[in-house]
Nanobody
Framework: QVHLAESGGGSVQAGGSLRLSCAAT????????LGWFRQFPGKEREGVAS????????AYADSVKGRFVISPDNAENTVALQMNDLKPEDTAMYYC??????????????????WGQGIQVTVSS
């Protein structure tokens, strides 16, 4: 059984920063991918960044490279997404998700089997 809880969303002006956090309660397996995804109105969900708890591997979408950083947070089984230099086009609902294996595609929503409820991020110009 997997439970994911997101926190930290909100509103910010362009150029600002926000930090999202995902707290995962996962009993098995003991290593897994935790990913952040976002969904724009009327669009498919897309991968933003992901982190593998086994060895710290990360993956980023081209649109956020150099601006977003995914890393373990202070609490156990928690991953944070630090979002810097935010742009209005980053406005979306953001979701945390977990996968036992990414099958070589750590940013593909289809490989993730457990999802959080989502949290809104709004960037104003």
């Amino acid at each position: 059984q997997v439970h994911l809880a997101e926190s930290g969303g909100g509103s910010v002006q362009a150029g600002g920063s926000l930090r999202l956090s995902c707290a995962a309660t996962i009993y098995t397996p003991n290593t897994y991918w935790l990913g952040w995804f976002r969904q724009f109105p009327g669009k498919e969900r897309e991968g933003v960044a992901s982190f593998y708890t086994g060895d710290g591997r990360t993956a980023y979408a081209d649109s956020v490279k150099g601006r977003f950083v995914i890393s373990p947070d202070n609490a156990e089984n928690t991953v944070a997404l630090q979002m810097n230099d935010l742009k209005p086009e980053d406005t979306a609902m953001y979701y945390c998700a977990a996968a036992a294996s990414a099958w070589g595609r750590p940013l593909a929503p289809s490989v993730y089997t457990s999802w959080g409820q989502g949290i809104q991020v709004t960037v104003s110009s």
